[in-house]
Nanobody
C-alpha cells in the first residue's frame, strides 16, 4: 500500500505559476505509475497528466499540454506538477494518484491510491 499527501495549491492570478507536490510513503514509489487529476465544482474528475515508473514517458490532457509539466523524484518519493500560464478554468481541487498498470493511464478507475487533494484557485 502507498499513502499520498498532496500539497502546493493556493490562490494565484491568471498567468501565474504553481508547483504541486505529492509525497508518497509506504511501498516502493518507483513501482507505481503516477498521475494528476482535477475536479472543479459541479464537474467530473478529469485527467491532467501521468508519468511512467522512471519518468521516461509522460502523458498530458490537451488542456495541460505546453503549460504543465509532470515529473517525479524516486529518490525523494515525490511527484510534482509544475503549472505555468494558469487560467481561471484551471481552478479545481488537484489530486495525485498511483496505479500499477500503464494501460489507460487517463482513466481514473485504474488508480488504486489517491491523495487528499489540494485546492488551486486562479483569479482573473
Amino acid at each position: 500500500q502507498v499513502q499520498l499527501v498532496d500539497s502546493g495549491g493556493g490562490l494565484v492570478q491568471a498567468g501565474g505559476s504553481l508547483r504541486l507536490s505529492c509525497a508518497a510513503s509506504g511501498r516502493t514509489f518507483s513501482s507505481y505509475i503516477m498521475g494528476w487529476f482535477r475536479q472543479a465544482p459541479g464537474k467530473e474528475r478529469e485527467f491532467v497528466a501521468a508519468i511512467s515508473w522512471a519518468g521516461g514517458s509522460t502523458y498530458y490532457a490537451d488542456s495541460a499540454k505546453g503549460r504543465f509539466t509532470i515529473s517525479r523524484d524516486n529518490a525523494k518519493n515525490t511527484l510534482y506538477l509544475q503549472m505555468n500560464s494558469l487560467k481561471p478554468e484551471d481552478t479545481a481541487v488537484y489530486y495525485c494518484a498511483a496505479r500499477r498498470s500503464i494501460v489507460a493511464v487517463t482513466d481514473d478507475r485504474g488508480y488504486d491510491y489517491w491523495g487528499q487533494g489540494t485546492q488551486v484557485t486562479v483569479s482573473s
